[in-house]
């Protein structure tokens, strides 16, 4: 088995393309409509794994996600680089943080949200995280 795609819905599509691809240097590979909902999927040259955004001609959803309730996470070769990136980019990064587990330091990271409200972790590659699987 392999993951393909993450879907999120989203109200103002164009928005949500420019903020996906200055804040995580995803490209638009596809585009179309489907079943009342305007598809786009992104990613970036090196990978085959696809943010799907998802804009429905009509909005069934409340007006914000639920805090806390689901996250997709990347890894970053540079936490720190990227932390200060977005920031430049106006967009609202949380503190980094380090993450303990059994004992274990097992990553650094930091959350933001997309201009919908879904939340986005950077993490660094290390522990768990560095593994192949990654």
């Not at 995580?24 to 079943?35: E, I, P, Q, S, W």
């Not at 786009?40 to 069934?60: C, I």
């Not at 070769?77 to 274990?104: F, K, T, W």
């Amino acid at each position: 088995m392999k993951p393909v795609h993450y879907m999120i819905h989203v109200r103002n599509l164009e928005g949500a393309i420019s903020f996906y691809e200055k804040a995580l240097n995803l490209a638009v590979v596809d585009r179309h409509r489907y079943d009342g909902a305007t598809l786009v999927y992104m990613r970036t040259p090196h990978m085959s794994f696809e943010v799907e955004l998802v804009a429905p001609d009509e909005w069934p959803y409340a007006e914000k996600p639920e805090f806390g309730r689901t996250h997709i996470a990347f890894t970053v070769d540079d936490l720190c680089q990227e932390h200060v990136r977005l920031a430049e980019l106006g967009v609202s990064v949380d503190p980094i943080m380090n993450y303990i587990a059994n004992g274990a330091h097992q990553t650094r990271f930091f959350y933001f949200n997309d201009p919908e409200g879904n939340q986005i972790e950077f993490l660094e590659p290390h522990g768990r995280y560095a593994s192949k699987r990654s």
